[in-house]
């Protein structure tokens, strides 16, 4: 669950955030819309605790998971080994980490790609693996920044349909996004002034 309220987000004479409540139970996908510079990373921040309102309150369930626009990904581990690692990191054997990453790759059209290093994969691969090592965590928590900017349509459906599976699984989702042809796959939709 995400429960935001009355937050507000100042960076010197800029407010990137004001007063926004928002409510995401558990198994609910809440999508994030506006225009650029209308506060969407700045409230994945605040949700991911890197960035602390001026005033308000935010109470978000862990393990938290997220997506970044800069994707963060390890450039010493192969595709495969960054969502291994979030299975072992959860006290998952090995050989079912494995699996389970072998099925996420697969899911998110990453198959064939498992040995590859980040640097060897381009844009819209990157996100979608950005995705798939969030999604390997299994978080009660997923903020996705902008996790379908770099990819075409088919690549948006696959990271979709696997988002969908993580809320129905439990999880609370908050999305951001340009993309106002998402608004109907969404639970929720919230847009920022």
Excluded at 6 to 21: H, I, K, M, P
Excluded at 24 to 34: E, F, K, N
Aim: glycine content about 8%; proline content about 4%.
């Amino acid at each position: 669950m995400i429960q935001i309220d009355s937050a507000s987000v100042r960076f010197g004479d800029t407010t990137a955030l004001q007063e926004l409540s928002l409510h995401v139970p558990d198994r609910t996908i809440a999508l994030v819309t506006g225009h650029a510079g209308s506060g969407k990373s700045t409230l994945i921040d605040v949700c991911r605790g890197v960035v602390t309102p001026d005033s308000g309150s935010i109470s978000v369930d862990e393990p938290i998971a997220v997506v970044t626009q800069s994707y963060q990904l390890p450039s010493s581990l192969t595709a495969l080994e960054q969502l291994v690692l979030q299975g072992l990191i959860r006290g998952v054997p090995a050989a079912e980490a494995e699996r389970a990453g072998q099925e996420l790759l697969v899911a998110l059209g990453l198959d064939g790609v498992d040995r590859n290093m980040p640097d060897e994969l381009s844009g819209g691969q990157r996100q979608r693996l950005a995705v798939a090592r969030a999604l390997a965590a299994r978080p009660k928590t997923l903020l996705l920044d902008e996790p379908t900017s770099a990819l075409d349509r088919a690549s948006r459906g696959l990271v979709l349909r696997a988002v969908r599976v993580a809320a129905d699984a439990g999880a609370a989702v908050l999305m951001t996004t340009n993309d106002v042809e998402l608004a109907d796959w969404a639970d929720q939709v919230t847009t920022l002034a």
